[in-house]
């Protein structure tokens, strides 16, 4: 989902740290799943969520200006 919107990841160790290639001070931590689990905690999908809606305002902003 994230790589969609223009962030890439970064794996640094226990955690994957997803970073917007345009606006660098957009992040998402995001701790991978460990000891059996298979999907990340709700709370960490609404980070992403925010951090694509932030991109989303920032975009619009930056379309208003042009």
């Not at 970064?10 to 298979?38: F, I, L």
Request: cysteine-free.
């Amino acid at each position: 989902m994230l790589r969609t919107h223009g962030f890439g990841g970064n794996t640094n160790r226990p955690h994957v740290v997803y970073r917007h290639e345009e606006y660098g001070d957009v992040r998402v931590n995001v701790p991978k799943p460990h000891e059996g689990e298979k999907h990340v905690k709700p709370v960490y999908v609404g980070d992403a969520l925010a951090a694509i809606d932030e991109v989303a305002r920032r975009d619009a902003d930056k379309e208003k200006e042009a």
